[in-house]
T-cell receptor
Framework: IAGITQAPTSQILAAGRRMTLRCTQD?????MYWYRQDLGLGLRLIHY???????GKGEVPDGYSVSRANTDDFPLTLASAVPSQTSVYFC????????????FGEGSRLTVL | GQNIDQPTEMTATEGAIVQINCTYQ??????LFWYQQHAGEAPTFLSY??LDGLEEKGRFSSFLSRSKGYSYLLLKELQMKDSASYLC??????????WGAGTKLIIKP
């Protein structure tokens, strides 16, 4: 059982370029999330989706967009990357949207130069 | 505002007991989570408390006091593999998690 798969694992990107981080889960979870993790800060929610077809903004949504066309996939797009978006990005899922244990992917380390 | 406070780093000895504290202030409260995160890896779920008291799960226990906005994670019989960061997170009234910055636990032989 794979759980949550993220790709790429690591990427170096020039500022101004467009980048999509992929996230796929095989647990049939309703809710999915994108977090960024920066040194000295807690995980910060970028965007979330409570169910397929719906998305919402988290704490730090600016510069990012998401889509949820089906239950399994939840890609995160940086339309025009900036150096402040250098971070480790984690995709996560949970069975329901009203709380519960989060299952995380292995993370995508993104460096924007 | 919403805030989670936990110590940045703690050191303990193999075989000993360590308590990692967490205080929280969130808009509403729907439970307190603890996650473990080894360096370079994803966080993994340890515990969830929504009622006051102590929840024991093997070598790990988690305590909650809602009136004090306080929780702790207790790790017994420490092993080298327990060296990791421990993340405290409070779930607010919108069922969103507010995360602390994590406590890096260093275990020495």
């Amino acid at each position: 059982i794979a759980g949550i798969t993220q790709a790429p694992t690591s990427q170096i990107l020039a500022a101004g370029r467009r980048m999509t981080l992929r996230c796929t889960q095989d647990m049939r979870h309703n809710a999915m999330y994108w977090y960024r993790q920066d040194l000295g800060l807690g995980l910060r929610l970028i965007h979330y989706s409570n169910t397929a077809g719906t998305t919402g903004k988290g704490e730090v949504p600016d510069g990012y967009s998401v889509s949820r066309a089906n239950t399994d996939d939840f890609p995160l797009t940086l339309a025009s990357a900036v150096p402040s978006q250098t971070s480790v990005y984690f995709c996560a899922s949970s069975r329901g949207s009203a709380g519960g244990e989060l299952f995380f992917g292995e993370g995508s380390r993104l460096t924007v130069l | 505002g919403q805030n989670i406070d936990q110590p940045t780093e703690m050191t303990a000895t193999e075989g000993a007991i360590v308590q990692i504290n967490c205080t929280y202030q969130t808009s509403g409260f729907n439970g307190l989570f603890w996650y473990q995160q080894h360096a370079g890896e994803a966080p993994t779920f340890l515990s969830y408390n929504v009622l006051d008291g102590l929840e024991e799960k093997g070598r790990f226990s988690s305590f909650l006091s809602r009136s004090k906005g306080y929780s702790y994670l207790l790790l017994k019989e420490l092993q080298m593999k327990d060296s990791a960061s421990y993340l405290c997170a409070s779930m607010d009234s919108n069922y969103q998690l507010i995360w602390g910055a994590g406590t890096k636990l260093i275990i020495k032989p």
